[in-house]
Nanobody, 109 residues
Framework: QVHLVESGGGLVQAGGSLRLSCAAS??????FSWYRQAPGNGRELVAR???????FYADFAKGRFTISRDGAKNTAYLQMDSLLPEDTAVYYC?????RGRGTQVTVSS
């Protein structure tokens, strides 16, 4: 059974950093994606990393966020620096059609 658990969210001031983790179980490591959804907004892709380590970033994430993965731990990470209030959202980890429950990120101004 596929299981994804996100962690690492929280409240941070603008300009601060957070590191999100997504621990996966139940399947072999595959493409991990981070999405986010703010209240009243649709879900948007933040970043994606392939099993080979190739990364893709949304424009708003370039230069501020870094996605990585640890194959041995079947875990993906999202390092978020220089956070802005508009980064406030629930962040979800996806693998294929499977999604975790999300972790709340709140950035205060």
């Amino acid at each position: 059974q596929v299981h994804l658990v996100e962690s690492g969210g929280g409240l941070v001031q603008a300009g601060g950093s957070l590191r999100l983790s997504c621990a996966a179980s139940g399947f072999a490591f595959d493409v991990f994606s981070w999405y986010r959804q703010a209240p009243g907004n649709g879900r948007e892709l933040v970043a994606r990393i392939s099993s080979g380590g190739s990364a893709f970033y949304a424009d708003f994430a370039k230069g501020r966020f870094t996605i990585s993965r640890d194959g041995a731990k079947n875990t993906a990470y999202l390092q978020m620096d220089s956070l802005l209030p508009e980064d406030t959202a629930v962040y979800y980890c996806f693998v294929g059609n499977f999604r975790g429950r999300g972790t709340q990120v709140t950035v205060s101004s």
